[in-house]
């Protein structure tokens, strides 16, 4: 299981017409583009593919397109998370597993349930669910965090078998690799974070940037995992200068603005986030030309 989601998994987004319906031709054009480029798994419907404005129905047909437009098989990741627990266990029930390798799911928000509750959450959604379970903490959006001894308990659960952490606690993720069973998969959830994660123990990273850069993600994630600091280090210098423009006005309206200057993908999200302001959009162009994409 762990070579499944080892290396660069593409947080990827979910390409909108101007009309905001979805853009199956985007989507067609993003997934070949990462086809093309080494992209080692697909992670659907996370928060960069703004799975809160995504519609149930929606949901079943971008899954089912992404299935049927990945002609590698590359690994699936399929997002399904919530505050609702029972809500959540319905979902997946109501859920067409085949060819998913793995369910994504982020701690409940909102509630701001004990760690007791996070940990009952998803003990029960581990139980239902047909395939591996991820923990995603993310504390900047979900208002809580996963303690390490949250994690630690949770990785005793026989179908639970990592955790993508983006808390920014560099501390933290140290303590779950040294005391995390072997088989525990630890992931960076922040992309300048994957260097040392995948130095702690980690075996790569769920990335926003990695939508457009997927040939320097993968330079970066196999060089660090190779030990082949010429390699990382050039992908992290190049990447380091994009990094902060992506959240600058909330994820993913900065990737979404690079992906249209690539002409992959219209910069289109959904209210209530915003498209790329234009001092942002200058900015960014002015990054990609210092990066040699334009």
């Known amino acids: 299981m762990s070579s499944l989601f080892k290396g660069t998994g593409v947080a990827l987004v979910t390409p909108f017409e101007d009309s905001y319906q979805v853009d199956y031709n985007g989507l067609a054009k993003l997934l070949e583009y990462h086809t ?42 399929y997002g399904i998370g919530g505050n609702d627990t029972l809500g959540v266990i319905h979902q997946i029930k109501n859920t067409d597993f085949e060819g998913v390798d793995g369910l994504l799911s982020v701690s409940p928000y909102y509630n701001k ?44 659960h026989s179908n639970i078998i990592g955790i993508k952490e983006a808390s920014g606690n560099l501390h933290q993720c140290i303590e779950i690799a040294s005391r995390k069973p072997q088989d525990f998969l630890l992931i960076s959830g922040d992309d300048m974070f994957t260097v040392p994660l995948i130095g702690l123990g980690g075996i790569g990273v769920i990335s926003v940037m990695a939508n457009a850069f997927p040939a320097l993600f993968k330079k970066l994630t196999h060089g660090a995992l190779n030990g082949d600091t010429n390699l990382y280090t050039g992908a992290l210098r190049q990447l380091s200068l994009m990094n ?24 289109v999200v959904r209210p209530p986030l915003l498209p790329a302001s234009p001092e942002l959009t200058e900015e960014i162009r002015w990054v990609l030309k210092q990066m040699h994409w334009q």
Do not use: W
């Open 36 to 77: 093309e480029n080494g992209t080692d798994y697909l992670v659907v419907l996370g928060t960069t593919g703004e799975s809160p404005t995504i519609t149930r129905e929606e949901r079943k047909e971008i899954l089912q397109f992404i299935k049927s437009n990945n002609p590698h098989k590359l690994p699936i990741l």
């Open 113 to 156: 349930p004990s760690q007791a509750g996070i940990i009952n959450h998803y003990e029960m959604i581990a139980d239902a669910c047909p395939v591996p379970v991820l923990l995603y903490n993310v504390p900047g959006r979900t208002a809580s965090n996963l303690d390490v001894s949250t994690t630690l308990k949770l990785a005793e």
């Open 244 to 267: 902060s423009l992506m959240y600058k006005e909330s994820n993913p309206t900065g990737i979404k603005q690079v992906l249209n200057e690539m002409n992959i993908c219209r910069p």
